[in-house]
């Protein structure tokens, strides 16, 4: 309801205001997302530092409560844009390529944006590539639209009969 009220194209100041008092009460109640929003939102550092730690903060919590691939997702992330610690890309890349290696598409999509993007010195695009092909077998959106979207644009591998067997079963993805 909160990004209902803030992206609303015509929306009024008061309208703002309630998104972004609802969008604090979704951080107070522990919703990561609605976290994630109010930083990104944030115009001075004060704040921006106090939702990145709580980000932090929970992403710790849930990992240590509810040890999972996700949770342990989040805090690689975490590392990848420096939410509530020292960003160190290099550990983020080493925990998406261990959460990779078991199976988390979400991870491929990381690091076929890392790769890129050149984050770690030069854009080595076949490598991105070679990632979003794994997450994508693994049914993960991004990476399927990534493929999808580089299949019908490329003139490398153009394939438009592949780009709309994923957009296909993409549709079928809730």
């Not at 693994?138 to 493929?147: K, T």
């Amino acid at each position: 309801l909160a990004n209902c009220y803030l992206d609303k194209v015509d929306a009024t100041f008061e309208e703002f205001l309630k998104g972004e008092e609802l969008l604090r009460q979704g951080a107070q109640k522990g919703d990561d997302n609605a976290m994630a929003r109010l930083w990104a939102m944030s115009k001075n550092e004060e704040d921006i530092l106090y939702w990145a730690r709580k980000i932090h903060k929970l992403h710790v919590k849930n990992h240590q409560e509810y040890p999972s691939l996700q949770t342990e997702f989040d805090l690689a992330a975490d590392l990848e844009f420096g939410w509530g610690v020292m960003a160190d890309l290099r550990e983020a890349k080493r925990r998406y390529e261990s959460l990779a290696r078991r199976g988390f598409g979400m991870a491929y999509f990381a690091l076929g944006v890392i790769y890129e993007d050149g984050r770690l010195g030069r854009r080595h695009r076949p490598a991105a590539m070679r990632r979003f092909r794994k997450g994508a077998a693994l049914h993960d959106p991004n990476c399927m639209i990534r493929m999808a979207n580089y299949y019908m644009k490329s003139g490398e591998e153009h394939n438009p009969v592949e780009a709309y067997r994923l957009y296909r079963m993409l549709s079928t993805i809730k």
